[in-house]
């Protein structure tokens, strides 16, 4: 068998031993989330601007849930010591000290979900639902991953 410098092309590193299943399994995860997040209304422009204006607690009470259970599972990954399909000890490292990178990333973030009325996750949620202005806001965001990937090295971390 030929070695080739992208993994899973004509090797067997483990990206290409991999089984089928377990790729159907990540799909059949992200599809379960995309469902939740539609039908929890967490990618509804009505929501977001409730929560905006202060007017209910539901989203509040879906970031702080979400908040709490990345909290816990962090604590669990940590301390558990679980591994990956690969094998792999998952590892959760420590956030860089600094403030720059967080609120300038906190503004680009914000900016972005307050020109597209809706936080930049649920976006292929929305495009399997039917809101095709998405299709806009995908693009958006694709170019603007494209250019941090130009930019990066000229921007503060």
């Not at 929560?51 to 909290?71: C, K, N, P, Q």
Request: glycine share 12%; aromatic share 10%; net charge positive.
């Amino acid at each position: 068998m030929t070695t080739s410098p992208i993994p899973g092309v004509h090797d067997r590193s483990p990206v290409a031993a991999r089984p089928t299943v377990s790729l159907v399994v990540y799909l059949l995860a992200g599809l379960s989330f995309g469902v939740v997040l539609v039908k929890s209304e967490a990618a509804s422009w009505y929501r977001i601007q409730e929560m905006f204006r202060f007017e209910s607690i539901h989203m509040y009470g879906l970031i702080g849930s979400a908040v709490l259970t990345g909290m816990i599972t962090t604590a669990l990954l940590r301390r558990v010591g679980v591994r990956s399909l690969d094998g792999q000890v998952i590892t959760v490292t420590a956030k860089e000290r600094g403030w720059r990178r967080y609120v300038f990333g906190g503004l680009t973030f914000g900016l972005g979900w307050g020109l597209a009325g809706v936080c930049p996750g649920p976006i292929l949620s929305l495009l399997g639902s039917g809101v095709w202005a998405m299709l806009v806001v995908l693009v958006a965001a694709l170019v603007g991953t494209w250019l941090y990937g130009l930019l990066r090295d000229h921007l503060p971390h």
